[in-house]
């Protein structure tokens, strides 16, 4: 069962809920700021956690707790001030693939998919977009479920992303990856307020398992790659279709696969002849625009929405199309751009697909080419079966740092990359009177590219603008501007600052929007934090109330009589 521990602020106008989790899962992370009275009361909290950060003038410590550590504070009588939201720290789950129980298996990923839709059914439909080849043929096999997450709201116009993983069956932290990323989805909305607006105003479909049948010998221990199409190769651990040559654009054209059924990129016997590719075709082309020109070299719309990522592994690469020419495609500077981006974020090569050698019929060129997708194949990792050691401590975070920066820019991935990020987006409080005001800081960085495979030219910051609850890409009209710290608006990275009156506000959460824009012109991506407006002056109020009821509060959520 899923509990909630409210932090009541100031007569419970404003109210910060942690999820507990009690054993079924990980515990969020909070950065609490807790009052102090005296060095006698410090010291009783050093016993207890670290204090990260002492304001003696302030008479207040930071803390990073988790829902256990805050139950315990506000039993030893400690005033919780504020609280922001950090992350959901990984946990392993139970089971997983023998002897990498950092890997869910496919049932468990399946059994994944339901259970987040019985949790978070505002959240999440689960979509049958087709069967396995052996499902299809064999009377075994699998579905292929995409979970698709959005809140349902009555927003339109939302930004589609689309990931995959495990096409390569034998690839094991693909999936897992993914799986990951769409549970900081999950457990971020209205939490974390970048993945609250993303699921607003954007749909991310996850196909956590493209080739499940596949993905089950691989599950045995084989190195297994292509689906099980026992058309080909029969009877044997050779047989099937290399799924990332099946794809339907310029499939088989250009010495870039196999037309050999028992080898490891057999393209198939027809374009898209593989259940598999060919749901993946149908589904994405029902869910996304089409970009795309009449004629080959037309370019896509910079303003033209819509993310694909395909997770593969191993090597340390962001890819981009094509793979099956070594020419540029009309889009491969805007391409070239975001794959720049998402590498300085997972520390990998930024590379057009063909730099080493020709592959077609792969779904990124597919992607592209057919659609004007902004498409990606990530080649996470250093190996097929990655330790669950490496895979957490190596893999995990730079890579769910670039898929969420894939899906701030999903509206526009043709422009957004070229324009500033605004990182970090801090506030100095989280609830502010309406006779205060809040500070609010940022850095905006026009530079954040891998520069490890030639140079992306950077310029300085022009601007750096703020909107109240109306995202800017709806409406900037009536937005605030920063300042900047050092008064000049000249260098490619600028910590700027504005003072936000509480004043005019209405009570309650709000949510601020921030982007910054550089001298080209070119806007880049939202960042987001969530500030609470308290209706009546803080310093006429209470910090807390009485200690016995919040005792009885946090009692009465944990279902104690
Ligand atoms: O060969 C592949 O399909 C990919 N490598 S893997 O080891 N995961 O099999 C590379 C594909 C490169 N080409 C494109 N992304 N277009
Ligand atoms: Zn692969």
């Known amino acids: 069962m899923r509990l909630f521990l409210c932090f009541l602020f100031a007569l419970g106008l404003g109210a910060v809920c942690a999820a507990a989790d009690g054993n079924d899962g990980p515990a969020d992370l909070w950065w609490v700021r807790v009052a102090v009275q005296s060095r006698a009361e410090l010291q009783a909290l050093a016993a207890l956690m670290e204090p990260l950060e002492v304001d003696r003038a302030a008479g207040t410590v930071l803390l990073l707790a988790d829902d256990t550590h805050i139950n315990r504070l506000i039993a ?73 997450l959005t809140r349902q709201n009555q927003i339109a116009d939302k930004a ?30 209205d939490v974390d307020p970048d993945i609250t607006w993303m699921l607003d105003h ?35 651990n050779d047989r099937g279709v290399d799924l990332n040559r099946n794809f339907s654009f310029q499939w088989g054209c250009c010495s870039g696969s196999s037309g050999s059924a028992c080898n490891e990129t057999f393209r198939g016997p027809s374009a898209g002849s593989e259940p598999e590719t060919e749901a993946i075709m149908q589904y994405v082309t029902a869910q996304f625009p089409d970009n795309r020109g009449p004629n080959p070299e037309d370019g896509v719309a910079a303003d033209a929405a819509g993310v694909f990522v395909d997770i593969h592994s191993f090597g340390g690469y962001v890819l981009w199309p094509y793979g099956y020419t070594v020419q540029d495609g009309p889009d491969n500077a805007a391409l070239q751009r975001m794959g720049r981006k998402l590498a300085f974020l997972n520390g ?38 990655q330790s669950c050691d490496s895979y957490e401590g190596l893999v995990l975070n730079p890579n769910l740092a670039a898929l969420h920066y894939s899906a701030r820019v999903a509206r526009a991935p043709f422009a957004l990359p070229a324009g500033p990020d605004v990182t970090p987006l801090s506030l100095d409080r989280t609830h502010v009177g309406t006779d205060q005001s809040v500070v609010i800081t940022a850095v905006a960085e026009d530079g954040r590219y891998s520069n490890t495979n030639g140079v992306e030219p950077v310029q300085p910051v022009s601007a750096v603008q703020l909107t109240i609850d109306t995202p800017p890409w709806l409406d900037d009209s009536g937005a605030l501007q920063f300042d900047a710290d050092d008064g ?37 991506p939202t960042s987001a934090a969530f500030v609470t407006v308290q209706l009546l002056p803080m310093n006429l109020l209470p910090l807390w109330p009485d200690p016995v009821s919040v005792l009885d509060l946090v009692a009465a959520q944990n279902g104690v009589p």
């Open 76 to 148: 030893l009588g400690f005033e919780p001030i504020d609280a922001q939201y950090v992350s959901v720290p990984y946990q392993r789950g139970d089971g997983g693939i023998n002897g990498f129980p950092c890997y869910p298996t496919v049932d468990e990923t399946l059994a994944q998919i339901n259970t987040w839709a019985q949790s978070y059914p505002d959240l999440v439909e689960v979509v049958d977009i087709g069967d396995s080849w052996r499902k299809l043929n064999e009377g075994m096999g699998d579905d292929l479920l995409v979970l698709r």
């Open 160 to 189: 589609p992303w689309f990931a995959m993983g495990a096409l390569h069956a034998r690839e094991y932290a693909t999936a897992p990856l993914l799986t990951r990323f769409a549970q900081t989805l999950l457990e971020g909305y």
């Open 202 to 236: 954007q749909v991310f479909h996850f196909l956590l398992i493209a080739n499940p049948d596949g993905r089950r010998e691989a599950e045995a221990g084989l190195f297994w790659r292509k689906n099980t199409d026992n058309d080909f190769c029969s009877d044997s």
């Open 348 to 385: 990998y090569r930024p590379e057009k697909a063909s730099a080493s050698f020709n592959t077609d019929g792969t779904s990124d060129d597919w992607a592209y080419g057919d659609l004007g997708l902004a498409a990606f194949t990530f080649e996470v990792g250093t190996t097929f079966f």
């Open 488 to 524: 000049f608006f000249d260098e490619s990275s600028e910590a700027v600052t504005l003072n936000l009156a509480g004043a005019g506000l209405a009570g309650g959460r709000h949510t601020l929007y921030v982007r910054a824009r550089d001298q080209n012109g070119n806007w880049g």
